[in-house]
């Protein structure tokens, strides 16, 4: 890690003001540290996302930033506000941990979470059974939590998150337990959520997620965030890797060649050199590699957080990530 | 940036806890757990009335004991003549008297060996003649019927019929004493009817907030309101559950004794129409009670949710509840014995002791007429429900509401804990 790790990239100079702003926020649990020290900035209509592994610190930075837990250190703020149960009502929550009253109506519990968040009863059961209806689920809404499928009680729970139209959106590993199908539209929903000047910030161990859903992300591990900021910052701190494929093995061209190159089956893997594509090609012309293909190919968020986590944090990642997202 | 609320950006922990109290009281009311609280009480009560009966029937077998006459056949006669006469006079205190044998002219008789033998209800045998009884019997049994014995035997040899000359009688409502005793009556069974309410109750809100654990929506209701706003909320739910279940009671059994026109004797010689009057006199006791119990409920309620909360499952929480039954029923023990000693130092402890207080308060009610004790009794229970209820969600939040990698400490006591796998 370089010495610009660790630090925010700050937001500001966006232009948008910030949603959620976290400054050297710490928490301990019995001594043990589970954040140390967190730095985070998020703008008003932004999709944020969270990224790390198991335990890395997500789940309690956000219960920090909703104020379920106080840090014991440091400052948060969201709306504004230092208490976040101040502005309650503009805030939607996903735990990670999904439940709802196994007895209640789909749409009761919708406009039951709704009516945490000061949604009157009649206007939130009003909109529980519209939610359902544009989802789909119209069919549903009469039905008991217990009778649902688990994927569509998830879908209800989301909904009871959204039914208040909140400013900020919170959501935690909100694609766990969704099949393909359904991480798509969820993807889908965040992004309309965004459009309609909401606030995104959900966690997740997935990658691909975070990469085509977040203009910024924060990258925990061991409770530290060693980057915060845009996704493509974070993948242009890596050199853009080039992929060189030739006719002759060897050849004077190989001295063009940069000292940590990789050579795997047909292919020569290298990170672009800093004087650019240019002299390298003309090395390799008149070198005589005889060049059958070569592509220069921008590193991903995945290469970026290998590179700003390390190795270890990134498998555990891998561990943790359900293949169909990845 | 101000960190002041925008108006109206959240619902006051009032608000918070009517949206709590509303679906609990909804979820309960419609559920099968009503009607089991609604019978509850039927149980001990079904339980004692059968337990009394067969008490009852066992006393009726053997609580009629019998002095055996054994003296020559004239004697035998004028004796239970004698017995005869005095018994519409004296009543139950009289002994029965049954002929045990007439004995012949000379004949020795052995009562210390017919006592032996199993046979009746013999308690006591009595020989000799009326001018010279001798009863033969346990101490006690000598000692509570030789007064009687005499009396029969002198009546048996008296010659001339004596008169008894019949006794006036004036009914006054009550005496002094009468109304002391009445009151601690009255104070003893509200103490038991608060203490049997509060511990239906309080069983059941030490398990409330497990529903919110096992489905997991604690954690979004503890982003939504503060946890003092769940805990109130719980609390209030099942504060109108039972006042819906208390009313279905009182109507129930106040339509058996009004409508069915049930005789006061059937409830145990309790005779509803003739209490003896409170202190505070009915009305204010009765207003005193209501508030008693409520304030009861909410200072034992907020310390068994606290308990409850912190409990992780269902079996936690019936470890945790016969501890906390005990508890409850030595408090009610404490409240009722400081019955006799008002104003003494057991009563003023029951009175400060926050758990005890309502008990104590309401048996003053119905003892003494003051009413300002009862003005600052109330604050101060007030003061301690909330301390409670602000304390348990404090410790709530810091004990339940955590995530992340457990202490060292911790993983090594499981690490010992844990069984070996092969």
């Known amino acids: ?326 | 940036m101000s960190g002041e609320a925008t108006p109206k950006s959240r619902l006051s922990l009032w608000q918070a806890a009517w949206v709590i109290a509303r679906r609990d009281f909804v979820a309960i009311l419609f559920s099968r757990y009503f009607i089991f609280f609604l019978l509850g009480p039927l149980f001990p009560l079904v339980i004692g009335t059968l337990a009394a009966g067969v008490g009852q029937r066992v006393d009726d077998a053997t609580a009629q004991t019998d002095i055996a006459v054994a003296m020559a056949p004239a004697d035998v006669d004028a004796m239970l003549r004698a017995q005869g006469a005095l018994q519409p006079t004296l009543g139950p205190t009289l002994p029965h008297m049954v002929v045990l044998r007439r004995l012949a002219p000379g004949e020795r008789f052995d009562a210390r060996a017919a006592l032996s033998r199993p046979r009746g209800n013999i308690a006591a045998v009595l020989t000799g003649t009326p001018a010279h009884p001798v009863l033969t019997a346990t101490a006690r049994r000598a000692e509570e019927w030789k007064g009687a014995v005499s009396l029969i035997a002198a009546r048996a040899l008296a010659k001339d019929e004596p008169v008894y000359p019949g006794v006036q009688t004036v009914g006054v409502k009550s005496s002094g004493a009468s109304q002391r005793v009445g009151r601690v009556h009255t104070a003893q069974v509200s103490l038991t009817l608060l203490f049997i309410v509060t511990i239906f109750l309080t069983g059941m809100v030490m398990s409330t907030l497990i529903e919110e654990k096992a489905n997991k929506i604690i954690e979004i209701l503890a982003a939504a309101i503060p946890v003092d706003a769940l805990f109130f909320g719980k609390l209030f739910a099942m504060f109108l559950v039972s006042m819906v279940g208390i009313t279905v009671w009182v109507t129930a059994i106040g339509g058996l004794i009004e409508l069915a026109g049930m005789n006061p004797a059937m409830l145990g010689g309790f005779d509803v129409h003739n209490l003896p009057t409170p202190g505070v006199g009915w009305p204010l006791y009765l207003g005193l009670a209501v508030i008693y119990f409520t304030m009861n409920y909410l200072v034992i309620g907020s310390v068994f949710l606290t308990i409850g909360s912190i409990a992780a499952t269902v079996r936690e929480v019936q470890t945790l509840s016969m501890p906390a039954t005990m508890a409850q029923i030595v408090v009610f023990f404490v409240a009722t014995l400081a019955l006799v000693d008002p104003g003494g130092p057991l009563e003023v402890v029951a009175i400060l002791f926050p758990l005890s207080s309502p008990y104590a308060m309401l048996a003053r009610a119905a003892i003494e007429d003051s009413l300002w004790p009862h003005l600052l009794a109330i604050g101060w229970q007030a003061l301690w429900v909330v301390l409670f209820i602000r304390g348990g969600a404090s410790l709530f939040r810091r004990k339940v509401m955590k995530s992340g990698p457990q202490p060292l400490k911790l993983r090594r006591r499981d690490r010992r804990a844990a069984p070996e796998v092969a």
């Open chain 1, 1 to 326: 890690m370089d010495a610009a790790l660790g630090q925010v990239e700050s937001t500001r100079n966006v232009g948008r003001p910030l949603a959620i702003e976290a400054r050297g926020v710490v928490k301990r649990f019995d001594g043990t540290l589970a954040v140390a020290g967190i730095d985070l900035e998020v703008p008003e209509g932004a999709i944020y996302g969270v990224l790390g592994p198991n335990g890395a610190g997500k789940t309690t930075m956000l219960r920090m930033l909703l104020g379920i837990i106080d840090p014991d250190e440091g400052t948060r703020r969201v709306l504004g506000h230092d208490r976040p149960r101040d502005v309650a009502r503009l805030i939607g929550y996903l735990p990670e941990e999904r439940g709802l009253y196994p007895s209640m109506k789909a749409y009761e519990a919708i406009a039951f979470l709704g009516a945490l968040r000061g949604l009157p009863l009649k206007v939130g059961r009003q909109r529980g059974r519209e939610l359902m209806e544009n989802h789909g689920l119209g069919y549903a809404a009469e039905r008991q939590i217990r009778q649902l499928s688990k994927g569509m009680a998830q879908t209800v729970q989301l909904l009871g998150t959204l039914v208040h139209e909140p400013k900020v959106v919170v959501l935690d590993e909100p694609f766990a337990g969704l099949d393909a199908f359904n991480q798509g539209k969820l993807e889908n929903l965040l992004r309309s959520l965004a459009d309609n000047g909401a606030t995104v910030i959900f966690s997740t161990h997935v990658i691909a997620h975070a990469e085509r859903l977040c203009e910024n992300v924060a990258i925990i591990a061991g409770g530290k965030v060693p980057y915060a900021g845009s996704v493509d910052v974070a993948r242009d701190r890596i050199p853009a890797q080039v992929r060189l494929e030739t006719a002759r093995n060897d050849g004077p061209w190989r001295a063009a060649l940069p000292a940590d190159a990789r050579h795997e089956g047909a292919f020569w893997y290298f990170p672009l050199p800093d004087s650019g594509i240019e002299p390298l090609l003309r090395a390799l012309i008149e070198g005589d590699a005889g060049i059958l293909s070569l592509s220069i190919e921008r590193a991903g968020l995945h290469d970026a957080f290998v590179s700003i986590a390390g190795e270890a944090a990134a498998k555990a990642l891998e561990e943790h990530s359900p293949a169909e997202a990845r």
